[in-house]
C-alpha cells in the first residue's frame, strides 16, 4: 500500500491561548531508527491536552502537534511490524515530539502494544492516560485482594480506570462521587459507591459504607486530600494526581493525624513514562481486558480532526464523558 506524501495535524505554535491550535496539512513523520509509523484511527483528548496547549507544561517545545493517547495500525517499520493493530501511549508525544492528534503518528517501535480486540479504535485510544496513571498508582500502593480501596472522583475517565484494575486485583474498591446520578451508574456496574458527604463526616461514611477504614485512597481530584487522612487505615497509602486548583500548588494537610496513621503519600505523575514503559503497563491492561478481569473504559463520544479546536474548548468548559477523535483515513 502506498502512503501519502502529507497528512492533517493539529498544531499549536504558541502557548497560552487555544486559539494556537489549528489544524494544518505537513508531511507525514520521518521515521527515525526503532521507529514505526502508525496511521491513527482515534486518538483521545486528555485534560493534559489542553493544558499543555495553554502552556503548563514548561518542558513543551514547538511547534507541536499535541495529544498522548492512540489506537491504530502499522504501515511502516520492521517488515514483521505492518499491520499490527496497536494502542500506546507516553512521552515524549505531544511534549517534546509530534504526537497523537494527527493521521499519523512516528513512535517507538517498543512503544506500542497489541489493541484488544474486544476494543474499538476509539475505546483503546481512550485508555492511554486513565490506565497508565491507574496501573501505576494501584501497583505503587501495593492493592491486593482484600483490601479497602477508595477512589474520590469515580466518575471520570481515571476514578473508573483505578476501579477497575484495583477490583482486578481482588480489592473491596468504593467509588466517591459528587452527585446521586453518578452513585447510581457506579451501582450499575457493580461497585460500592457513596455521595460525598461533608470533608468531615468522610470517615465515617467509608466506614459506614464498607466496614472499615480505606487502606488505600485515590484522590483523582486533589480537593479531598486533607479530609481523607481522617479516613485512612493504619499504614494506609494517599494517592495523589493533581491538585485542586493549579495556580495554588499547596495542600494543607493533618500532618499529626497523618504520621500517627503511619500514612503514606504517593503522587502519581504518568506524564514522567516514556512509552515503553506505557507499552508494558497497557499490555498489561490488555491482558485483563482479554480475560474480563478488567473492565474497559466505555465508547467515547467522537468528534472529527476539523472540530478538533472545539473540542478542546468543550473539554475545557467541562464537557461531561470521554472525547477521541475518529480519524477519517482509512483508505
Known sequence: MALPTGMRALSFDAKGSLNALKLIERPLPRLQSGEVLVKVRAAALNH????????????????????????????????????????????????????????????????VTDKPASLSFAQAASCGVPYTTAHQGIARAGVSAGGHVLVIGAGGGVGRAVMAVARARGAHVLGAVRRADQVEVLRARGYDA???????????????????????????????????VGALARFGK?????????????????VLDFYRRAGTLIGVNNSIDDTRASAAMLAECAAGFASGAIAPPDEPETRSLEQGPAAYADLLAGAAGKIAFQMDNAS
Not at 514483521?80 to 494527527?102: C, K, N, Q, Y
Not at 477504614?213 to 486533589?222: K, M, R
Not at 494517599?238 to 493533618?254: A, C, E, F, G
Request: net charge negative; charged share 20%; aromatic share 6%.
Open 48 to 111: 493534559s491536552d489542553a493544558k499543555n496547549v495553554l502552556g503548563l507544561f514548561p518542558y513543551t517545545t514547538l511547534p507541536r502537534v499535541p495529544g498522548r493517547d492512540f489506537a491504530g495500525e502499522i504501515v511502516d517499520g520492521p517488515k514483521h511490524m505492518i499491520g499490527r493493530e496497536v494502542f500506546g501511549t507516553g512521552r515524549p508525544l505531544g511534549f517534546e515530539a509530534d504526537g497523537s492528534h494527527a493521521e499519523y503518528l512516528a513512535v517507538a517501535a517498543d512503544g
Open 194 to 228: 457513596l455521595l460525598l458527604p461533608q470533608p468531615d463526616r468522610l470517615a465515617e461514611a467509608v466506614k459506614d459504607a464498607c466496614g472499615a477504614l480505606a487502606d488505600v485512597i485515590f484522590d483523582t481530584t486533589g480537593a479531598w486530600l486533607a479530609p481523607s
Open 238 to 254: 494517599l494517592v495523589v494526581i493533581t491538585t485542586p486548583d493549579p495556580k495554588d500548588q499547596h495542600v494543607r494537610l493533618p
